[in-house]
């Protein structure tokens, strides 16, 4: 989210440098600022410096002096050589001593239509409550009226004007990342909601096309207030979602610091999703404790988007190959080795009946919806 304000940031010096590049003045500091933007945009995120230079190829060859934007693309050179940078030192470095090399298969994964259209809600949903639905909702009306307002008035505009070739640009960008939405797959290997992402700059490029300068005409007075209602009541919703979060939450500061530092723990967070936030917020919660002191949490990702590589004694590697914490389904404590871990930490509904275990693990803490177990010592004789 933090690299999607800064992309926005850098589609507009792009787009700033284009109507100077049109109107033949000097470009070079707004070259150094862009360039600059777009190696920042790198450092935040790789996928989205990947979808500004997509929205600069498409704004460049969709209106004004074609020939001279595209020579403009010369200010991605300086990210570029960033990016060619890393990749090289990570195909030439080599794996610390002792470590596993984690072969990570970037596997495409396309999802059926319905799951498409249900995306359409996402970029704007945070909570369970509906409202955020709502939102989505109000902004592809907005997106939509944008669009027939630019079809409509296309053909009378003078397209050699600044106001109209900014305005078109801008809707090839909202156009051809809702294009890109629909052609790109949900997930590749490791790295996921891959199509969802370019849904926001869909919408923030089509809501750029308004002219705040004409608030008093028909509908952009209407259209600009809903944009910035939306925005206020979203930032209220989630503050307010935050705080009833604290509830389902409860107990987990007082569970957690029952692990001790050095352990090897494994997470089972058989109820992932909270009632108030959409997604799994309980997923990664055994990361906390990694924040704060060492321990060998369960469900590490050992990819190249991490640079964590295990060692060949690393528990994680003995996992079953479809256990996935975001999706977990009854524990099968059969396929799990349990003597390779310390303790292990069940997350369910604090109103959930008591999880079953097996006598290998005694139970160290419990409270609210989260239980610790230790493995037992095999008694010798």
């Not at 001790?260 to 108030?276: G, Q, T």
Request: hydrophobic fraction near 50%; charged fraction near 15%.
């Amino acid at each position: 989210m933090i690299s999607l304000a800064i992309l926005m940031i850098a589609v507009t010096e792009w787009l700033a440098l284009m109507a100077k590049t049109d109107a033949g003045e000097p470009t070079i500091s707004q070259e150094a600022c862009t360039a600059i933007l777009a190696a920042l945009v790198l450092v935040f995120h790789g996928f989205a410096v990947a979808i500004f230079g997509f929205l600069a190829l498409v704004t460049a060859l969709s209106t004004g002096e074609r020939y001279r934007r595209i020579f403009q693309l010369r200010v991605f050179v300086p990210a570029a050589l960033v990016a060619g940078y890393s990749l090289w030192i990570e195909h030439m470095g080599t794996l610390p001593d002792g470590g596993v090399s984690p072969h990570a298969l970037l596997t495409p994964s396309f999802q059926g239509a319905l799951d498409k259209l249900s995306l359409l809600a996402t970029p704007a949903l945070m909570t369970r409550t509906g409202i955020d639905i709502l939102i989505a909702v109000t902004l592809w009306l907005i997106v939509a009226g944008a669009a027939v307002r630019f079809y409509r008035t296309s053909k009378t505009l003078d397209s050699s004007t600044p106001k109209s070739r900014h305005t078109q640009a801008l809707m090839a960008a909202s156009a051809s990342t809702f294009l890109l939405f629909l052609l790109l797959p949900h997930s590749i290997g490791w790295f996921g909601f891959v199509d969802g992402r370019v849904l926001p700059v869909t919408i923030l490029t089509a809501i750029l096309t308004l002219d705040t300068r004409a608030v008093r005409g028909r509908f952009q007075s209407i259209r600009l207030a809903a944009v910035e209602t939306g925005a206020t009541i979203s930032v209220a919703l989630a503050l307010f979602a935050s705080s009833q979060f604290q509830n389902e939450a409860n107990g987990a500061s007082d569970v957690l610091s029952k692990v001790p530092a050095r352990s090897r723990l494994l997470y089972f967070p058989l109820e992932p999703d909270s009632r108030i936030f959409t997604g799994h917020p309980f997923v990664h919660y055994d990361k906390l404790i990694l924040i704060q002191r060492p321990i060998v949490p369960s469900d590490l990702w050992f990819h190249q988007g991490t640079a964590i590589y295990p060692t060949r004694i690393n528990p994680n590697l003995s996992l079953p190959a479809d256990f996935k914490a975001s999706n977990l389904k009854p524990i099968v404590w059969p396929h799990y080795k349990i003597e390779d871990w310390d303790y292990v930490l069940i997350r369910i509904a604090p109103d959930s009946a008591p999880p079953q275990y097996p006598d290998s693990l005694s139970l160290v803490i419990h409270r609210g919806g989260w239980w610790l177990l230790h493995t037992r010592t095999p008694e010798t004789k």
